[in-house]
């Protein structure tokens, strides 16, 4: 199994520490505002990453909550400032971070992405993190200053090497913001001294708030130890999040993490999604519109996860066409099934394998080689299309058709698509309307026949006539 690491920039062969355990940090949510279609992309791909992966290993997953931010801080207050409350600040905050919490939660839940195993929030961990600033500080990588405290950048020898920048070049032009009193531009806050009214934790260097940068680090070695296998997030998280977190964990003395992993980011039209372009789509706005999130899960999968992918409505609408040729077929082998009956499954002797259900297997392991090689999704998606084809052309066999299901429903549970959860419940007035097209066919009444056709389409349902019969489905 190779995996691309964007710390070496090479796709490496993945080496865990330990042979039967992995441990994988994510960085989470900001929770500020609603959660939209970009944050999606990179759950999903983590959530697909894991799902594979827990097939191998045993997976300890977490994905951390930045629940006291600046951002968080500005919304509180305009929300204060947009009606009447007597929260003040700090107590404002707390209401804003857990609506948004709360709102990423049912909408990982309306996505079908699972928790992960672990969930820290930042403001569970400000003594652990004060913990880790007086290690620096001890170690000479960090100083305070009027209250702030900075790590020291020209501590950190290799500084770069993560965003694969020089920091000679970095520092031209880099300035020093009004209020901050750090020796170098390119120094970060590790912690902040407490402003007005702002949430505040006491702290050797006085009332205050953690940077953003050090909570990473405080909870990935805290829950996952000092080195662990892979960290993953947006390729935006580069520099100077993930950079930041290298330099200050390594300044700890810890190895921290040996394969990094930046899934690309996401547009619209093929422009940077904003509320201000008017572009923005929400995940409830996309739910409420498809009903279904296969068809983005799907534009998730056929793009490689490094890259960017380009959402617009047109390519939703091609991912709805790929679903239904998966219902489509699970239905036929639903047919074939029934026609066929298990009774006309031939018997098989211990040791023996059908040829058809031989090839069936090369489909397995054609797909694991495709998620082997750096979690190739497009390529392991067109293979259960192939499958799909074969399937297809085998139809009428009954050594294949009862092996395809389950193989097919097994692997796409890796991609958390859902294909057998179609309602076939069809109220009687539908099954009644179906049998009345099918008495019109029979005398010839084509006109008959055609407009109940049409009343069906008008209510959801798409007729197929074949030799068992007329039979039906669901319009996605």
């Known amino acids: 199994m190779k995996i691309y690491n964007s710390l070496t920039r090479t796709k490496e062969e993945f080496v865990p520490i330990n042979k039967k355990k992995i441990g994988m940090y994510v960085c989470g949510p900001t929770v500020y505002d609603e959660p939209h279609i970009g944050h999606a992309r990179s759950a999903y791909i983590f959530d697909v990453i894991r799902r594979y992966l827990s097939g191998k290993y045993e997976v300890t997953f977490v994905r951390n909550v930045t629940d006291v931010d600046d951002k968080i801080i500005d919304k509180a207050r305009k929300e204060l400032g947009a009606g009447s409350s007597e929260l003040g600040v700090a107590e404002k905050v707390k209401e804003v971070a857990k609506k948004y919490l709360d709102a990423y939660h049912e909408d990982m839940t309306l996505l079908g992405i699972g928790r992960p195993d672990k969930e820290p929030k930042a403001t569970e961990y400000i003594p ?6 007086e290690g620096l500080i001890e170690k ?5 200053s009027d209250g702030d405290v900075y790590f020291d950048i020209k501590k950190a020898k290799s500084y770069g090497k993560l965003s694969n920048q020089n920091i000679d070049k970095m520092e031209i032009g880099a300035r020093i913001s ?12 590790l912690w902040k001294k407490a402003k007005e009214g702002e949430p505040s934790w006491e702290s050797p260097w006085g009332a205050g708030r953690p940077g ?12 996952l130890g000092d080195e662990f296998d892979i960290h993953g997030g947006g390729i935006d998280l580069i520099f100077p999040h993930h950079e930041n977190e290298i330099a200050q964990s390594e300044g700890a003395g810890k190895a921290f993490a040996r394969y990094w ?20 789509i929400s995940i409830k706005d996309f739910m409420l519109k498809y009903k279904d999130a296969d068809y983005l899960k799907l534009l998730f999968l056929n793009t490689h996860y490094r890259h960017p992918v380009d959402y617009t409505e047109e390519r939703i609408q091609e991912m709805k066409a790929q679903k239904e040729r998966f219902v489509i077929m699970l239905d036929k082998i639903d047919r074939s099934i029934k026609v066929h009956g298990p009774q006309s499954m031939p018997c098989r002797q211990a040791g023996t394998v059908h040829s058809p259900v031989k090839e069936l297997e090369g489909f397995r392991a054609r ?27 085998k139809i009428d066999d009954p050594n294949v058709v009862f092996e395809s299901k389950k193989m097919l429903l097994e692997l796409v549970q890796i991609f958390g698509l ?38 069906l389409s008008g209510m959801g349902v798409i007729l197929e006539d074949t030799k068992e019969g007329t039979v039906w489905r669901k319009e996605l």
């Open 128 to 133: 652990k993190m004060i913990k880790f600033i």
């Open 140 to 144: 000479d990588c960090a100083y305070g």
């Open 178 to 189: 009004p209020g901050e009193k750090k020796k170098d531009p390119l120094d970060f806050a």
């Open 212 to 223: 953003w940068h050090i909570e990473c680090s405080a909870m990935s070695s805290d829950m």
């Open 261 to 280: 992993i930046h899934n690309g980011l996401l547009t619209i039209d093929n422009e940077k999604m904003a509320k201000s372009l008017g572009n923005f």
């Open 367 to 393: 797909f694991g080689e495709a998620m082997d090689d750096d979690f190739n999704m497009p390529l392991a998606l067109s293979n259960l299309f192939e499958l799909v084809n074969f399937t297809n052309k």
């Open 418 to 455: 859902n294909l057998e959860q179609i309602d076939k419940d069809l109220p009687d007035k539908v099954e009644t309307l179906i049998k009345e097209r099918d008495e019109a066919r029979a005398k010839k009444d084509y006109k008959r026949s055609d407009d109940i056709r049409k009343k």
